[in-house]
């Protein structure tokens, strides 16, 4: 007689950027960079992912704005887009003068609070990013993190703009 052995249950996630770059036009007054795109969160693992939550690095953050259905737990600024996505929080109460110091931006989904297996999670985003920053790179990376994930997960690429 055969025994099955039961699998042993993983936690485990892809996660990365998809993005598109959007340069000014020459006559425009303005002149900024605008990244419009999602971080895409798939739990690839067999267990379930609860209290997911992301960080957005940005370096060099100076001047740099992030953006997207961010907002309290109650009230998000794009509440009504049309679309049916997640909307997001800073969890920290000192977000701004973190994100503004070290460039990270802390962030959970509003609703969602677990991730099963197969399933995505997205945080829709925008950068935008001056061109008339005093660095000229920026490096925009992304992390995710759960209950049984605490050391985190890096996306599969990064964001890199040169200005």
């Given amino acids: 007689m055969f025994w099955k052995?039961?699998?042993?249950?993983?936690?485990?996630a892809c996660v990365w950027f998809s993005y598109?770059?959007?340069?000014?036009?020459?006559?425009?007054?303005?002149?900024e960079v605008t990244v419009i795109g999602n971080m895409i969160i798939k739990n690839t693992g067999t267990s379930i992912l609860n209290n997911p939550m992301i960080c957005i690095r940005?370096?060099?953050?100076?001047?740099?704005?992030?953006?997207?259905?961010?907002?309290?737990?109650?009230?998000t600024a794009l509440m009504i887009d049309g679309t049916n996505s997640e909307a997001w929080h800073y969890f920290h109460e000192n977000w701004k003068e973190q994100a503004e110091k070290t460039g990270e931006h802390w962030?959970?989904?509003?609703?969602?609070?677990?991730?099963?297996?197969?399933?995505n999670l997205t945080f829709e985003n925008e950068l935008r990013i001056p061109t008339t920053k005093k660095e000229k790179f920026v490096?925009?990376?992304?992390?995710?993190?759960?209950d049984e994930i605490k050391n985190g997960i890096g996306t599969l690429n990064n964001i890199s703009i040169n200005l």
Wanted: glycine fraction near 8%; hydrophobic fraction near 30%; avoid cysteine.
């Fill in 139 to 146: 490096l925009i990376e992304g992390f995710f993190y759960s």
């Fill in 58 to 75: 940005i370096k060099s953050p100076e001047n740099v704005r992030l953006g997207g259905k961010i907002g309290s737990v109650t009230h």
């Fill in 5 to 12: 052995k039961n699998a042993k249950e993983t936690a485990d």
């Fill in 107 to 119: 962030l959970k989904p509003n609703r969602l609070q677990k991730l099963e297996p197969g399933e």
């Fill in 20 to 31: 598109a770059v959007m340069l000014p036009d020459i006559d425009e007054d303005d002149k």
